[in-house]
Antibody, heavy 116, light 112 residues
């Protein structure tokens, strides 16, 4: 069974930084593109970032470019998101998601980041 | 970016009756490889999203066959043949045709 477990969220002051993590199990992690998707309180879903299976390249939505770095450790089956210069509008639940065929086929439970 | 527009925003439905949600994209979702990358997700209250349908009409593993997807080009529909209580939640369409992937704003399915 595919499992994705996020951690690292919390309350941060504006301008602060956080490193989110996602522990993956139940599948061959190194074979899959992985992403982060966020959801502000009471709002819809917003794609944040994606990383290739070998970790060689990351892609970012314009709204976070320059402040966010996605990375992975295939030896530890883990995905990370480093977020800096946090703003109030970054407040959201951040989900780790596995990419299937141009879709997100598995999701974690999410970790809440609150900027205040 | 491709804009995804869902209608209605809210859909009250009687248990056992059908439900239908529409999704329109601001440009064609046909990929250069010939596939159309439109998917549907369900988010039950307090839960993370869950993939229901991918590539317009393919049900993901474990998804009941009362869920079906259809459409082409820029217009797509998710149908639930007979709504059950566990179907309450918000439904999102999503395009994987062009980076950045984008979602509709969601349709809230409620029981009358």
């Amino acid at each position: 069974e595919v499992q994705l477990v996020e951690s690292g969220g919390g309350l941060v002051q504006p301008g602060g930084s956080l490193r989110l993590s996602c522990a993956a199990s139940g599948f061959t992690f190194s074979n899959f593109w992985m992403s982060w998707v966020r959801q502000a309180p009471g709002r819809g879903l917003e794609y944040v970032a994606t990383i290739k299976p070998d970790g060689s390249e990351g892609y970012y939505v314009d709204s976070v470019k320059g402040r966010v770095t996605i990375s992975r450790d295939n030896a530890k089956n883990s995905l990370h998101l480093q977020v800096t210069s946090l703003k109030a509008e970054d407040t959201a639940v951040y989900y780790c998601a596995r990419q299937g065929e141009y879709c997100f086929d598995s999701w974690g439970q999410g970790t809440l980041v609150a900027v205040s | 970016d491709i804009v995804m527009t869902q209608t209605p925003l809210s859909s009250p439905v009687t248990l056992g009756q059908p439900a239908s949600i529409s999704c329109r994209s601001s440009q064609s979702l046909v990929h250069i490889d010939g596939n159309t990358y439109l998917s549907w997700l369900q988010q039950r209250p307090g839960q993370p999203p869950r993939l229901l349908i991918y590539k317009i009409s393919n049900r993901f593993s474990g998804v009941p066959d009362r869920f079906s997807g259809s459409g082409a080009g820029t217009d797509f529909t998710l149908k639930i043949s007979r709504v059950e209580a566990e179907d309450v939640g918000i439904y999102y369409c999503m395009q994987g045709r062009q980076f950045p992937w984008t979602f509709g704003l969601g349709t809230k399915l409620e029981i009358k």
